[in-house]
């Protein structure tokens, strides 16, 4: 990442449409500002109700598996993930629950990696010595280079469509078709025909949404949210001028978009001007086009008219809790703490969450999370596998996982479970309304290193001196090391 951020840096130099019968359910989106937070007390994981895994009876079809369910008995399937802390603690629940309750004595073992890049080097070390395990949660970036050095991963298709142990086309089509879709690859067999391998199933999404004090934004005069790139610029450049002009000389240069260098940011302001950041096949990146040049001039003037700004010095959620912002984008992970900084500043503004202008109706807010993985093994350890990932893709569990994490379900029926409504800022339930507008990332193997070139592109739109006329060489320029690093990721 640090060379391919060198070489942008140096050449700047300063499921498709279901019916109404069977689409999932989507809350509709309600412009209307919910009532004042109520106390919340700490956070607490849920409580944990049975969920018995899925068992054959006389009265079901076939299964099309070459597997007895006698030969899952006393399996071990080990499960590295990435999760950790309170949803390490939550997760090892689940899998107790699960290993107490299913009826061939499968034995889920969680093992915590310390993030996302700790676990891939694991796998490709636990790959050359032999001992890989029989289920992973990790990003489709990473199955696709897994699967580009030596096709590790099962294929999920027979088991999803098995008539016993599989899912029914109506829980298929319940899950969100952005999620659904990253995980389904497609391959030329060659012979000019492509094939298709499912090499996960989406497990939860977290996304990059904006945080906009509503408070503030009225009494600047503005009524609506700011749903197009000119309505943003106007709420931005408001604020800030509403600080330049107050008699507070410290705020001066803020008030209006702290930008931070998240790289889905930049993807999301593309996505804004109604353009794509990979071909409609998927198979490689563009980044050359007038919708993202729209996009970074875009920015650039923002930042040039002193309508946005960046910092390193400051907090996002504190700045934007003292007023320095009157928008920020942020994880669903941010929520939490974002509440806690209004609470300490004492601040009675009322914030909510929304997806990114759109200049086209086309709002989105951009996702990214983990999916499950099952390992390549006998037939029976596959099976094992795969009946415990089906149980946490269970409506129940997902609301539970959800809920507790903070993040999106990844199927509709999961928000008609009953919720806590414990422990997360009434935000995480304002969220849930955008889920249908959920932008998946790229399915591409070298989306883990682009990640770090569209941070290093965004702090060169951020630089002092950089001017909108500069965002063709940008683009170009991205394209360039999109292709180079595409030809050499292992």
Same mark, same amino acid.
């Given at each position: 990442?640090?060379?391919?951020?060198?070489?942008?840096?140096? &050449?700047?130099?300063?499921?498709?449409?279901?019916?109404?019968?069977?689409?999932?359910?989507?809350?509709?989106? @309600?412009?209307?500002?919910?009532?004042?937070?109520?106390?919340?007390?700490?956070?607490?994981?849920?409580? #944990?109700?049975?969920?018995?895994?899925?068992?054959?009876?006389?009265?079901?079809?076939?299964?099309?598996?070459?597997?007895?369910?006698?030969?899952?008995?006393?399996?071990?399937?080990?499960?590295?993930?990435?999760?950790?802390?309170?949803?390490?603690?939550?997760?090892?629940?689940?899998?107790?629950?699960?290993?107490?309750?299913?009826?061939?004595?499968?034995? !889920?073992?969680?093992?915590?990696?310390?993030?996302?890049?700790?676990?891939?080097?694991?796998?490709?070390?636990?790959?050359?010595?032999?001992?890989?395990?029989?289920?992973?949660?990790?990003?489709?970036?990473?199955?696709?280079?897994?699967?580009?050095?030596?096709?590790?991963? =099962?294929?999920?298709?027979?088991?999803?469509?098995?008539? /016993?142990?599989? #899912?029914?086309?109506?829980?298929?089509?319940?899950?969100?078709?952005?999620?659904? =879709?990253?995980?389904?690859?497609?391959?030329?067999?060659?012979?000019?025909?492509?094939?298709?391998?499912?090499?996960?199933?989406?497990?939860?999404?977290?996304?990059? /949404?904006?945080?906009?004090?509503?408070?503030?934004?009225?009494? #600047?005069?503005?009524?609506?949210?700011?749903?197009?790139?000119?309505?943003?610029?106007?709420?931005? &450049?408001?604020?800030?001028? =509403?600080?330049?002009?107050?008699?507070?000389?410290?705020?001066?240069?803020?008030?209006?978009?702290?930008?931070?260098?998240?790289?889905?940011?930049?993807?999301?302001?593309?996505?804004?001007?109604?353009?794509?950041?990979?071909? /409609?096949?998927?198979?490689?990146?563009?980044?050359?086009?007038?919708?993202?040049?729209?996009?970074?001039?875009?920015?650039?003037?923002?930042?040039?008219?002193? &309508?946005?700004? @960046?910092?390193?010095?400051?907090?996002?959620?504190?700045?934007?809790?003292?007023?320095?912002?009157?928008?920020?984008?942020?994880?669903?992970?941010?929520?939490?703490?974002?509440?806690?900084?209004?609470?300490?500043?004492?601040?009675?503004?009322?914030?909510? /969450?929304?997806?990114?202008?759109?200049?086209?109706?086309?709002?989105?807010?951009?996702?990214?999370?983990?999916?499950?993985? !099952?390992?390549?093994?006998?037939?029976?350890?596959?099976?094992?596998?795969?009946?415990?990932?089906?149980?946490?893709?269970?409506?129940?569990?997902?609301?539970?996982?959800?809920?507790?994490?903070?993040?999106?379900?990844?199927?509709?029926?999961?928000?008609?479970?009953?919720?806590?409504? !414990?422990?997360?800022?009434?935000?995480?339930?304002?969220?849930?309304?955008?889920?249908?507008?959920?932008?998946?990332?790229?399915? #591409?193997?070298?989306?883990?290193?682009?990640?770090?070139?569209?941070?290093? =592109?965004?702090?060169? !739109?951020?630089?002092?001196?950089?001017?909108? @006329?500069?965002?063709?060489?940008?683009?170009?320029?991205?394209?360039?090391?999109?292709?180079?690093?595409?030809?050499?990721?292992?």
């Amino acid at each position: 990442i640090v060379l391919v951020g060198g070489l942008l840096f140096a &050449c700047h130099p300063a499921p498709t449409a279901q019916t109404s019968e069977t689409a999932p359910f989507f809350p509709d989106p @309600s412009r209307t500002l919910p009532p004042p937070a109520q106390t919340r007390t700490a956070r607490s994981a849920p409580t #944990l109700t049975s969920t018995p895994p899925p068992s054959p009876t006389p009265t079901q079809a076939t299964s099309l598996l070459v597997v007895q369910p006698s030969a899952l008995r006393g399996l071990t399937v080990p499960f590295w993930h990435t999760a950790t802390g309170e949803a390490e603690a939550i997760l090892q629940g689940f899998t107790a629950e699960f290993n107490q309750t299913n009826p061939w004595g499968i034995a !889920v073992q969680p093992v915590s990696h310390a993030g996302l890049g700790a676990l891939d080097e694991e796998v490709f070390l636990a790959q050359s010595e032999k001992r890989l395990p029989g289920l992973i949660a990790a990003t489709t970036d990473q199955a696709l280079r897994w699967e580009k050095n030596s096709f590790l991963l =099962a294929d999920l298709t027979p088991y999803l469509t098995d008539p /016993v142990w599989g #899912l029914s086309q109506t829980e298929q089509l319940d899950f969100y078709p952005s999620f659904w =879709a990253q995980d389904l690859v497609q391959r030329s067999n060659g012979t000019g025909k492509l094939t298709s391998k499912r090499l996960g199933v989406p497990w939860y999404r977290s996304a990059l /949404v904006a945080f906009y004090n509503r408070t503030w934004a009225e009494e #600047l005069g503005f009524r609506t949210f700011p749903d197009t790139p000119d309505q943003f610029r106007r709420q931005v &450049c408001a604020a800030a001028q =509403a600080n330049r002009a107050d008699q507070d000389v410290r705020n001066d240069g803020t008030g209006g978009w702290l930008v931070t260098r998240d790289p889905l940011l930049l993807v999301g302001w593309i996505h804004a001007f109604g353009g794509e950041i990979t071909h /409609v096949n998927g198979s490689e990146f563009t980044f050359q086009t007038p919708a993202a040049e729209d996009a970074v001039q875009y920015l650039a003037d923002l930042i040039a008219e002193g &309508c946005a700004w @960046s910092t390193e010095e400051q907090i996002p959620a504190e700045a934007f809790a003292a007023r320095r912002a009157l928008i920020w984008f942020g994880s669903l992970a941010n929520l939490p703490q974002q509440q806690l900084a209004f609470e300490q500043a004492a601040s009675d503004d009322q914030w909510v /969450v929304l997806p990114f202008p759109s200049a086209t109706g086309n709002q989105v807010v951009e996702s990214y999370g983990s999916s499950l993985m !099952v390992i390549k093994a006998e037939p029976a350890q596959e099976l094992a596998a795969w009946i415990f990932s089906r149980w946490l893709l269970s409506a129940e569990k997902q609301a539970a996982w959800a809920e507790a994490n903070g993040v999106f379900p990844v199927r509709a029926a999961a928000l008609q479970q009953a919720r806590l409504s !414990v422990g997360q800022a009434p935000q995480w339930e304002q969220a849930l309304v955008w889920l249908p507008k959920a932008h998946s990332e790229p399915a #591409l193997a070298s989306w883990g290193v682009m990640r770090g070139v569209l941070s290093d =592109a965004l702090g060169q !739109v951020l630089s002092p001196g950089f001017q909108s @006329s500069r965002a063709a060489a940008l683009l170009i320029k991205l394209d360039q090391i999109a292709a180079e690093v595409e030809a050499n990721t292992p």
